[in-house]
């Protein structure tokens, strides 16, 4: 079992940066792909990056791609969000989860969540 809390959203100008962090509880977090998906208002929940136990892939979703960095420690049990050049179709909730296995994209295989950090973009 995993328990995951993410930290870091806030309030950023166009333009600006922000740098979300996912803390994860039990000792096996090594082993678990974990992923960062957003929701933002009347939208579905989307996927924006994710990565692999022990850092082998990464992938990112085309709307993000160039702007925001995923990566992980594992030592410190934490997932990290580096977002760049935000733009306020960034703006949402953002929640870190994880899985066993292969890093994919859609929401339903992934078996834990977190409650989720608020973004929210002004232009």
């Known amino acids: 079992q995993v328990q995951l809390v993410e930290s870091g959203g806030g309030l950023v100008q166009a333009g600006g940066s922000l740098r979300l962090s996912c803390a994860a509880s039990?000792?096996?977090?090594?082993?678990?792909?974990v992923a960062w998906f957003r929701q933002a208002p009347g939208k579905e929940r989307e996927f924006v990056g994710g990565?692999?136990?022990?850092?082998?892939?990464?992938r990112y979703a085309d709307s993000v791609k160039g702007r925001f960095s995923i990566s992980r420690d594992n030592a410190k049990n934490t997932l990290y969000l580096q977002m760049d050049s935000l733009k306020p179709e960034d703006t949402a909730l953002y929640y870190c989860?994880?899985?066993?296995?292969?890093?994919?994209?859609?929401?339903?295989?992934?078996?834990?969540w977190g409650q989720g950090t608020q973004v929210t973009v002004s232009s």
């Open positions: 039990g000792r096996t977090f090594s082993t678990y792909t």
């Open positions: 990565i692999s136990s022990f850092s082998a892939t990464t």
């Open positions: 989860a994880a899985k066993s296995g292969m890093l994919l994209v859609t929401m339903s295989v992934y078996d834990y």
